[in-house]
T-cell receptor, first 114, second 113 residues
Framework: AQSVTQPDIHITVSEGASLELRCNYS??????LFWYVQSPGQGLQLLLK????DTLVQGIKGFEAEFKRSQSSFNLRKPSVHWSDAAEYFC????????????WGLGTSLAVNP | GAGVSQSPSNKVTEKGKDVELRCDPI?????LYWYRQSLGQGLEFLIY????????KSGLPSDRFSAERTGGSVSTLTIQRTQQEDSAVYLC???????????FGPGTRLTVL
């Protein structure tokens, strides 16, 4: 069955520190991969996505993610975290084709210490 | 332009009552998705519409759940005989044809007492 795993339920980092959020997927073929962020009281916002090509993708808010086929991973990174980055982060995957329903990881809650 | 809107934003109902949740997608978006976000279960796909048809209903948890879409636009998710385990945030998303980005609405928080 298709699945997305985010191994870390909760992460705390200090402001200015680097960040890496892990995501692993299990799919029959390489899926499309996404990272979304959900801030308290806010809707889901797309940070970045990967379909093919360059395995390092850049997103909004200074985030990037690297696709590693050999590890079935799509980890999200940011060099220097800001207090406003505190939020819930979701990794998701979909197939190609008309039906792009998203299969989601359970999310990683990020706290940022001043 | 206007994003995806959902109504109501909050709904409190008693066990056994029926509820209707509405989604207004971005104008011109042909694909529409419903998801559910609940504690312990995370985000789950419910149903996918392409135009007015629903080729994928595989995520609907029981026959108490149904959805329709009219005019290729507004969609309504109906839950009959609500149960406490139906309490969740119901999210709607839409996307343009042959594109990959889904735009999410703010969700409807459903509480079943």
């Amino acid at each position: 069955a298709q699945s997305v795993t985010q191994p870390d339920i909760h992460i705390t980092v200090s402001e200015g520190a680097s960040l890496e959020l892990r995501c692993n997927y299990s799919y029959g073929a390489t899926p499309y991969l996404f990272w979304y962020v959900q801030s308290p009281g806010q809707g889901l916002q797309l940070l970045l996505k990967y379909f093919s090509g360059d395995t390092l993708v850049q997103g909004i808010k200074g985030f990037e993610a690297e696709f590693k086929r050999s590890q079935s991973s799509f980890n999200l990174r940011k060099p220097s975290v800001h207090w406003s980055d505190a939020a819930e982060y979701f990794c998701a995957a979909s197939n190609a084709g008309n039906n792009r329903k998203l299969i989601w990881g359970l999310g990683t809650s990020l706290a940022v210490n001043p | 332009g206007a994003g995806v809107s959902q109504s109501p934003s909050n709904k409190v109902t008693e066990k056994g009552k029926d509820v209707e949740l509405r989604c207004d997608p971005i104008s011109g978006h042909t694909a529409l998705y419903w998801y559910r976000q609940s504690l312990g279960q995370g985000l789950e796909f419910l149903i996918y519409f392409q135009g007015n048809s629903a080729p994928d209903k595989s995520g609907l948890p029981s026959d108490r759940f149904s959805a329709e879409r009219t005019g290729g636009s507004v969609s309504t998710l109906t839950i009959q005989r609500t149960q406490q385990e139906d309490s969740a945030v119901y999210l709607c998303a839409s996307s343009a044809e042959n594109t990959d980005t889904q735009y999410f609405g703010p969700g409807t928080r459903l509480t079943v007492l």
